[in-house]
């Protein structure tokens, strides 16, 4: 018979295992399963035990090693693994104790050489290990985490309002708050997790005196009645066996119990290991190490006490007082140089050109408050101004596709007292007076009922409102009145704002930002448009025209593709702001037509559309028209005419013409009429039914 040759596993295989190490940890456990089942040799059975404990051990160093405890983050898994690993490994050995009355020489050694040889003392010290497992580490580690993972969901929304706050000051970046968020969730998950792991060590403990009770009970019956030994054979074999068993099983999960006190006690570290906080914090007080070591002093001269273990520890405390001390007056005299240098660094005074050039910096974007606004900013005093303002900077990214610059909220005492101001870059752009004591009450058109208050205009779309005191703000919502807090109105108009000068705040620098983040999803867009085809500063010019007329960006791909086809045929950035109009037809359409999906719209004359056309200009930087004044003055008073009826059934005031005369029509009613939108027949998606509800005249 033809036998064949025997197989040899290729290194490349092997390596290919060590590169997939979800497959090796999925052998691993159905392994662990296997041996629960098949019989195993004794060989095998030793190396498997050896293993057990190196794993344990190489456990409890790691998680010495920490400096927080989520980053032994699979601890909760892997104390499952391990304890199956254990209890499987019970399985086989009981198996091979009860069928051939030996286990291998891992457990021979335990139930022998660790014991001396007397099974009274292995006993013994079994029942301590128990003991000293279920009652003492696995029963605190189990209320650890208990606590850990009640306070670690209690802190949550703290540690989350934290970020927020430490974000809107500008403290940390939008990357750095998503990670901070992250590892508050990963903290909350581990604790949760260690919280139903520590279980496994309490039942584990447990199992192992089940078994080591059944071992000896069951290795008497068999010994004596089936294998015909003396009763003192039996009891001297089996118990011998199976305390060597329940030593090498109760050793491991001892070593891993305490690694689990470990971990879910590691409070953030600032050195690299416990051994360095340990080293530190013990040497931070070298008067008591001194102290102690004189009170061994005295315990050693004592008549009758030991007197060279206590005059040797006492002599060795001693000593690291001594040279803790040194360290310590070390760090004070350097602690106090350095203060010297900083106040020195301090006391300089600052050169004319430093104070100027301080003066230069600009903040993108300011709230001044007067000082009777100050507590709307302040969270102690219940202010909500802050959470405002980050949720009207995440609304913004949602909707115009970009994020706004940190919003700075700084007092002024030059204001009135109730009064705020907007400022763009230094420059103002809103102000108003509020009456932080009252609600601004207004009707949205529906209201008979009259109500007393402060008559006043809300400033973010011109409404008339009234200033009404906090008694009465239940009425005004009985009437139907839209009753608003101060922090709500400034929001508002902060909000109104932005969305206005979103042009004004995108930079070179935020395009860049967005660019390159869309590069780590489209690189190939990117990289054929910056720099061959388009320059940041043509591009951020495209982006401005869209956000100046609040068609958001945030489709930035669709964008960039239209600018990668029709870049190369013009430079003039208004034509290529009109060509990406056209692909965002569904963007643009989206948030203007109403439930029944009709965009309602008014259109611009023929005879208007010519003469607009008729006076178009070309010039180097590009086309334009020269409108008179008194001819724009009186092409927007149609318009406006026109829209009228929108406005008043509360539509979208939207005016539609041909695509080579919107933007030219844009340029001239933006500044009478800027809410009016105007859009090319192009951008209206086909999908949309558009209902024409008048028609500018010539």
């Avoid at 040899?8 to 456990?29: E, G, K, M, Y």
């Avoid at 999803?521 to 320059?535: A, C, F, G, K, R």
């Avoid at 489709?555 to 239209?562: G, H, Q, R, S």
């Amino acid at each position: 018979m033809a036998v064949a040759p025997a197989t040899r596993v290729q290194p490349a295989n092997v390596w290919n295992l060590a590169r997939s190490p979800d497959i090796a940890l999925a052998i691993c456990v159905v392994g662990v399963l296997v041996v629960l089942i098949i019989p195993i040799p004794k060989v095998l059975m030793d190396l498997l035990l050896t293993l057990n404990i190196s794993l344990s051990v190489v456990v409890l160093l790691s998680s010495m090693y920490l400096q927080r405890a989520v980053d032994f983050s699979i601890f909760p898994s892997l104390l499952l693994i391990l304890t199956l690993f254990r209890l499987s490994l019970n399985v086989a050995s009981t198996r091979l104790i009860l069928a051939q009355a030996d286990a291998g020489s891992v457990i021979r050694a335990f139930g022998t050489f660790v014991t001396y040889g007397n099974i009274f003392v292995g006993i013994v010290i079994f029942i301590i290990l128990v003991v000293i497992q279920f009652v003492v580490i696995t029963r605190g580690a189990t209320r650890i985490s208990e606590v850990a993972a009640r306070f670690t969901l209690d802190a949550m929304p703290g540690k989350q309002m934290g970020v927020d706050s430490d974000l809107n000051a500008g403290l940390i970046t939008e990357e750095q708050a998503r990670q901070r968020r992250r590892d508050i969730e990963r903290e909350a998950d581990f604790y949760g997790a260690m919280d139903g792991a520590t279980k496994f060590v309490r039942g584990d403990a447990i199992a192992g005196l089940i078994i080591t009770i059944v071992n000896i009970s069951v290795g008497l019956v068999i010994g004596v009645l089936m294998n015909g030994m003396s009763l003192a054979d039996a009891a001297r074999i089996y118990t011998q066996l199976t305390i060597g068993d329940g030593l090498v099983s109760q050793i491991p999960a001892l070593m891993i119990s305490t690694a689990a006190g470990l971990v879910v006690t590691r409070t953030v570290s600032e050195e690299t290991s416990l051994g360095a906080d340990v080293t530190v914090q013990f040497s931070r007080y070298p008067r008591a190490l001194g102290v102690s070591a004189g009170l061994l002093g005295l315990f050693g001269i004592v008549p009758g006490m030991p007197f060279g273990p206590f005059i040797m520890v006492g002599l060795v405390l001693g000593f690291i007082a001594y040279m803790s001390a040194q360290v310590q007056r070390e760090k004070e005299i350097k602690a106090k140089q350095e203060e010297e240098l900083s106040k020195k660094a301090k006391e300089k005074p600052e050169s004319p050109t430093e104070r100027a050039e301080a003066l230069l910096t600009i903040d993108p974007i300011k709230v001044e408050l007067g000082f009777a606004l100050i507590k709307l900013a302040d969270r102690s005093q219940g202010g909500d101004l802050l959470s405002r303002v980050q949720k009207i900077r995440e609304q913004m990214a949602v909707q115009m596709g970009f994020v706004v610059p940190v919003v700075r909220i700084v007092d002024n005492l030059l204001l009135k007292p109730t009064q705020y101001c907007i400022k763009i870059r230094e420059a103002t752009v809103g102000s108003y007076e509020l009456l932080p004591d009252h609600y601004l009450a207004m009707n949205p058109g529906i209201v008979d009922e009259t109500i007393q208050g402060i008559e006043t205009t809300e400033p973010a779309f011109g409404l008339p409102a009234l200033w009404i005191p906090a008694s009465q703000k239940e009425q005004a919502e009985n009437a139907g009145y839209t009753v608003v807090e101060p922090s709500a109105v400034l929001a508002t108009h902060l909000s109104e704002i932005l969305s206005t000068h979103a042009g004004e705040l995108l930079t070179r620098e935020e395009v860049q930002r967005l660019l390159k983040r869309l590069k780590q999803t489209s690189p190939t867009v990117v990289d054929e448009m910056i720099p061959n085809i388009l320059s940041y500063g043509e591009v951020q010019k495209v982006l401005q025209n869209l956000l100046r007329e609040r068609v958001s960006i945030r489709n930035l791909e669709v964008i960039c593709e239209v600018l990668c086809d029709y870049g190369p045929r013009t430079k003039d950035t208004d034509v290529l702001t009109e060509y990406v109009r056209h692909a965002l037809a569904r963007t643009i359409c989206s948030p203007l037509v109403d439930e029944n999906n009709i965009l309602r719209i008014v259109t611009l004359s023929p005879a208007l559309e010519q003469e607009i056309l008729e006076a178009v200009k070309k010039s180097d930087g590009g086309e334009y028209i020269p409108v008179s004044p008194q001819r724009s003055q009186q092409i927007c008073e149609n318009t406006a005419k026109a829209i009228q009826r929108l406005v008043l059934e509360g539509y979208e005031p939207i005016v539609v013409c041909t695509a080579n005369v919107r933007r030219f029509l844009h340029r001239i009613i933006e500044r009478k009429l800027p809410k009016v939108r105007v859009l090319s027949y192009n951008e209206i998606d086909a999908s949309v039914k558009v209902e024409i509800e008048g028609q500018v005249e010539a």
